[in-house]
């Protein structure tokens, strides 16, 4: 079992540091916030509408990711149902996955810190390291764009740690904590995809 007690605290003290880096010294000098002349970007300003708006879009996407491994494992037919994983292990489980993608974080600061210094907004929110879309001279506007830029090393890694960690929490004896956690998984990534294709093709 994985313990909540250091992963929930430590992915939001991670998650802290990471956007406030990223909001004032990667996004913000490069971006105008002047929203009808009244916002100043501020830590109070940031924590209220930047940080806490991220930890709501983390609290829905884990919630969704969560319950789509409980009813893979439920779906899947297991046997040993007296040992099904709980959903708040596998809440946790997706928390701690996670980190997969805040070290595409981490690789976007020491980029834009160390490397591609000279860079602007459109290059900001381009930016999506070790995926087809970075390897492919794509227009960012296009509709294969989402696709592109989903297919990349972080998100093979992800459904890695999350089959791990189910073969950890329900599946000691087999692999196929791998299987539920990539058609679990994948299925919310492709009705994703779906919904924000069809947005961006609107």
Do not use: C, H
């Not at 709501?56 to 409980?70: E, P, R, T, W």
């Not at 996670?98 to 020491?110: G, H, M, P, Q, R």
């Not at 599946?171 to 058609?183: E, I, L, N």
């Amino acid at each position: 079992m994985i313990n909540w007690r250091i992963v929930l605290p430590g992915f939001l003290v991670v998650v802290f540091l990471l956007r406030y880096y990223d909001f004032f010294y990667l996004y913000l000098p490069v971006r105008s916030f002047n929203i009808g002349g009244k916002y100043e970007p501020s830590i109070a300003s940031f924590a209220l509408f930047n940080y806490t708006l991220k930890l709501l879009y983390y609290s829905i996407k884990f919630l969704v990711i969560a319950l789509a491994l409980y009813a893979g494992i439920f779906l899947e037919g297991n046997k040993n149902k007296d040992r099904m994983a709980s959903f708040g292990d596998l809440f946790i489980l997706v928390i701690a996955s996670e980190f997969v993608f805040l070290s595409a974080d981490v690789i976007k600061i020491f980029d834009f810190t160390f490397f591609n210094v000279d860079y602007d907004d459109q290059t900001y929110l381009n930016y999506y390291p070790l995926s087809l879309f970075s390897l492919l001279d794509t227009d960012a506007d296009s509709f294969q764009a989402n696709l592109l830029q989903t297919i990349n090393l972080f998100e093979v890694i992800y459904v890695l740690t999350l089959g791990i960690g189910l073969k950890r929490l329900q599946y000691p004896d087999s692999f196929k904590g791998f299987t539920v956690a990539a058609f679990s998984y994948g299925s919310i990534l492709a009705i994703w995809l779906i919904i924000t294709t069809y947005i961006k093709v609107l």
